[in-house]
């Protein structure tokens, strides 16, 4: 469910058209909806009730400060993998008691600036980690609270790029090992155990796979507090799916509903890491079209936003429906949506039928609030795009366009 929507036969924003939005902000430009994101978590807030839970939003889907501070107004906390995310989730006003850090490869200098905010909890995703975390604890004078991610070798039936939980996955401690290493962490002077930890993928449509990890992780942690580990919350991850085309994935609600009879008898406080299913249909990629090239082979309809601005068709072969923006009257056509970029693999969409647009019309590429503007790059020397935030009949621009001199900072010429 979205506020994107046609009005007669123009796309609005909530109450915006989106004509006048790119009239004045130009192309290509991200274009978020507010209402959309509160209505998500909305629907969080209410499958959980009143039972004692975070819901901890995956930075790195959408990292706008607009947008955290949006999530972080709705009382939601923040899931980081960067000292770069810890830093924009502080700015944006999450409190460092409602943040917990995943990721692989945590620096010293990254667990020593969390341990300053004061965070939840480390997700910590080896042995060596657990290590280096101790000891980098010990000489900030510091306790620090951990959780071990661990692998539960669970196939979430999902693109292999997105897929974590595997145990041929780089992610987590292998399941075999999590005793062990649940053990090493409880005897460790300058880290304190306080959860249990897994995140099995991404853009996962059905909700066995997390049941099975619920599962899994539930056992678990019955198992440490048998021997007698004092712990405080489970925390499941992320990884619920969105429509990008024609799957059927539960709502966020229904999500946590299915999990709850697995997670509830603990008696721990739930953790969620969503990040996809918060703000990927809550977005779009407005863009303009330069040219349509029709040729005896193939048809492109070359447009101003390219895999520079939204990787995910080029690099997963991510579907995401292109709709114009005014519709009607042109006659259909099949063809391909493509970049400005000199890669063949930059294309937004393959083989569409669509009406046939004319050099300035503008398209609307859907469900591109999550992992959209985070992913995009310079290459080709291509400005990064403005990101608007539309609430109701207004709208800002949230972040501004990159400009040519915004390409150049922080170089030099050779002067030695
Ligand atoms: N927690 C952890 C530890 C994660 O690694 C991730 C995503 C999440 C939570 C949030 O997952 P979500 O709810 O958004 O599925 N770039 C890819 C997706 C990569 C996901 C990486 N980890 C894409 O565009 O599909």
């Known amino acids: 469910m979205h506020f994107f929507q046609y009005r007669g ?13 790119a009239e004045q902000v130009g192309t290509p430009t991200y274009v978020y909806s507010y209402g959309t994101l509160k209505r998500h ?3 969080l807030h209410r499958a959980f009730g009143d039972r004692p839970h975070l819901t901890c939003y995956a930075v790195k889907a959408n990292g706008n400060l607009a947008i955290l501070r949006t999530l972080a107004q709705e009382g939601i906390g923040a899931d980081v993998v960067s000292g770069g995310e ?21 620096t010293a200098e990254e667990m020593r600036y969390a341990l300053e905010e004061g965070i939840l909890c480390f997700n910590v995703e080896s042995f060596q980690e657990l290590e280096l975390l101790n000891q980098v604890a010990g000489e900030a004078g510091k306790v620090a609270p951990v959780a071990l991610r661990v692998n539960p070798d669970v196939d979430p039936m999902t693109h292999p790029h997105i897929a974590t939980g595997l145990r041929e996955n780089k ?4 399941w075999e090992e999590a005793l062990r290493a649940y053990e090493v962490a409880s005897s460790l002077p300058n880290v304190r155990v306080v959860g249990v930890d897994a995140h099995i993928g991404s853009q996962i449509t059905s909700v066995e796979p997390f049941v099975e990890s619920a599962k899994k992780l539930a056992e678990l942690a019955g198992r440490l507090m048998d021997k007698g580990m004092t712990l405080e919350h489970i925390d499941i991850g992320g990884g619920l ?18 999990l709850l009879p697995v997670l509830e008898p603990l008696g721990l406080k739930i ?6 299913s918060l703000v990927g249909n809550a977005g779009i990629l407005l863009t303009k079209v330069l040219y349509v090239k029709e040729t005896p082979h ?25 709709l114009p923006v005014e519709r009607g009257g042109g006659e259909i056509i099949k063809a391909d949506v493509v970049g400005p970029v000199c890669e063949s693999g930059d294309f937004l969409a393959k083989d569409r039928t669509l009406e046939r647009p004319r050099p300035g019309d503008l398209l609307a590429v859907m469900s591109a609030g999550a992992y959209g503007f985070v992913m995009s790059s310079n290459y080709n020397a291509r400005p990064r795009p403005a990101e ?23 170089e030099r010429f050779l002067g030695i």
Not at 11 to 17: G, H, S
Not at 91 to 101: C, L, N, S
Not at 171 to 174: I, K, M, R, S
Request: charged share 30%; hydrophobic share 40%; aromatic share 12%.
């Open 86 to 106: 810890l830093f924009r989730a502080r700015v944006a006003g999450f409190p460092g008691d409602r943040i917990v850090y995943s990721g692989v490869g945590k």
């Open 388 to 410: 608007v935030l539309v609430k109701g009949d207004r709208f800002q621009v949230v972040r501004e366009r990159e400009t040519y001199g915004d390409l150049v900072r922080g």
């Open 41 to 43: 978590c909305t629907a």
């Open 171 to 174: 992610f987590g401690v292998a």
């Open 241 to 258: 799916g969105i429509r990008y085309r024609d799957e059927d994935p539960p709502e966020p609600g229904e999500w946590v509903e299915a």
């Open 271 to 276: 953790i969620f890491e969503p990040g996809r």
């Open 9 to 21: 036969d123009v796309l609005f924003a909530e109450d915006v058209d989106l004509r006048v939005l």
């Open 298 to 322: 193939r048809n492109f309809v070359i447009v101003d936003a390219s895999m520079t601005d939204l990787i995910r068709p080029a690099l997963y072969g991510a579907y995401h429906e292109v």
